[in-house]
Nanobody
Framework: VQLQASGGGSVQAGGSLRLSCAASGSIVSISSMGWYRQAPGMQRELVATTTSGGYTNYADSLKGRFILSRDSAKNTVFLQMNSLQVEDTAVYYC????????????WGEGTLVTVSS
């Protein structure tokens, strides 16, 4: 199983970016999908996650600006990021809990988002 993330880049404050992450390989089912981020010198933190049952959880500070969605048929999760701020600069990682030969957490390689003032 592999996760491939894309969509990062550089944007000015106030702009928008859309990240995507697609899982491939021997996948039976995916119980959760989500995004985390890690800013320079900081610990990795939750951005948002969603479960197969439709429950979506956001970091409190990001509610209203970031929107998580999924295309279950394509094993893909998206993160729409609006009104980006300099503080949103980080490497964004997708994570999925996937049932292949058992349930395991898989991480994408990370995609860099840089927001300039």
């Amino acid at each position: 199983v592999q996760l491939q993330a894309s969509g990062g880049g550089s944007v000015q404050a106030g702009g928008s970016l859309r990240l995507s992450c697609a899982a491939s390989g021997s996948i039976v089912s995916i119980s959760s999908m989500g995004w985390y981020r890690q800013a320079p010198g900081m610990q990795r933190e939750l951005v948002a996650t969603t479960t197969s049952g439709g429950y979506t959880n956001y970091a409190d500070s990001l509610k209203g600006r970031f929107i998580l969605s999924r295309d279950s048929a394509k094993n893909t999760v998206f993160l729409q990021m609006n009104s980006l701020q300099v503080e949103d600069t980080a490497v964004y990682y997708c994570k999925m809990r996937i049932y292949s030969r058992g349930y395991l957490d898989y991480w994408g390689e990370g995609t860099l988002v840089t927001v300039s003032s």
